[in-house]
């Protein structure tokens, strides 16, 4: 699979993932063959390109669940779009509330791991993928967590809106590296949820802690209230994660595996408790993903390990033995380095060698 940009598209190229209107509704399947009104129509999308398909490449496999998800993902972009472009301009939202109700619908109450699936941010929409995507970690978060329903939908509206200053600053996209632009983010976001009278002071206080642990300094001294604070924990959490796996034009995206090993690497930061949470409810380390180990051995996961991810059981390519790398004398002294990913920043899955291995077994 290759990206290519937009200005680059070609007339029979093939797509490798789908494209969808504003109402969720199926525009381009995968696997179209991309005529020149087609490719006209797509440069209207403001897309930076599309991941196309090679000549023999086949399509690669996809759930229903997981095509749902990047539907989801499209018609809620367009959704926040229009809220918090009119919240900047000191305008009512239109459907922040339908927005929250339905984050809150499809992944508080989940009960079994979703596959979270970035896809390409560019400075233009940067703002409004990550809102939406921190509302739905937030979601699977608290309904891990085990909150009740008020509280939830407090924390995804905060989720929703914690953010919303970056539609006022060039740059946003820098945040992470740029203290000035990062505090700009942060006093935009202040005074425009000032200014919106409708918005319940708890979720401005959520939103305030949770700013205040995002954008403190290494000298900083942050309050007691903020370190107390489970709500802008997981908002924090929610919002770190995303920031780290988020595909990006300018930038390598975190693999999911070392993303969660940094934030349980700094517990007084991210609390552990929450952190647990986000493993308990999406895929990372499951059977029939390819990761690498150490000596640059590669294998694939068999048995996941609900009780640390990070030590599945693996059959490795090498020697074609099953290592269970909780185990030191099992393991061999085999480490999991990371997953190995495809070119869209998809998990790479064997799930044919998977079910020969079973089939054996």
Not at 82 to 88: H, P, S
Not at 137 to 161: E, Y
Request: negative net charge.
């Amino acid at each position: 699979m290759l990206f290519v940009k937009v200005d680059e598209l070609k007339p029979g190229m093939r797509l490798g993932k789908p494209i969808y209107n504003k109402n969720g509704v199926l525009l381009y399947d995968r696997d179209t063959k991309l005529t020149m009104q087609a490719i006209y129509g797509i440069k209207n999308f403001g897309l930076m390109g599309l991941y196309i398909l090679e000549p023999a490449e086949p399509v690669p496999p996809m759930t229903e669940e997981d095509i749902n998800f990047e539907r989801f993902q499209t018609m809620a972009v367009f959704s926040i779009r229009e809220d918090l472009e009119l919240l900047a301009s000191g305008k009512k939202d239109k459907g922040l509330d339908w927005l929250c109700s339905l984050v809150i619908k499809n992944y508080a109450g989940i009960n079994h791991k979703i596959n979270f699936v970035q896809s390409l941010r560019s400075s233009e929409d940067f703002v409004y993928k990550h809102s939406i995507n921190v509302a739905i970690l937030t979601a699977i978060i608290a309904g891990r967590m085990s909150m009740p329903p008020a509280r939830i939908n407090s924390l995804v509206k905060a989720a929703l809106l914690h953010d919303c200053g970056g539609v006022k600053v060039k740059g946003v996209t820098d945040a992470d590296e740029n203290d000035e632009i990062k505090g700009l983010v942060k006093i935009n976001t202040y005074e425009i949820l000032r200014n919106n009278n409708d918005l319940d002071e708890g979720i401005y206080r959520m939103i305030q802690h949770m700013q205040e642990l995002y954008t403190r300094g290494d000298d900083s001294k942050v309050s007691d209230v903020a370190k107390a604070d489970v709500n802008a924990a997981i908002l924090l959490v929610a919002d770190a994660y995303d920031r780290m796996t988020a595909m990006k034009s300018y930038a390598e995206p975190t693999s999911e595996v070392r993303a969660l090993r940094e934030l349980l690497a700094n517990p007084e930061v991210y609390d552990p408790v929450v952190v647990q949470a986000l493993i308990n409810g999406i895929n990372v380390l499951y059977p029939g993903v390819c990761v690498e180990l150490t000596d640059h051995v590669r294998g694939l996961v068999i048995i996941e390990n609900p009780m640390d991810i990070f030590k599945p059981w693996v059959l490795s390519f090498h020697d074609n033995q099953l290592y269970d790398l909780s185990s030191p004398s099992a393991c061999d002294g085999l480490e999991l380095v990371d997953i190995m990913k495809t070119m869209d920043n998809r998990i790479k899955l064997d799930r044919e060698l998977l079910k020969e291995y079973q089939t054996l077994k």
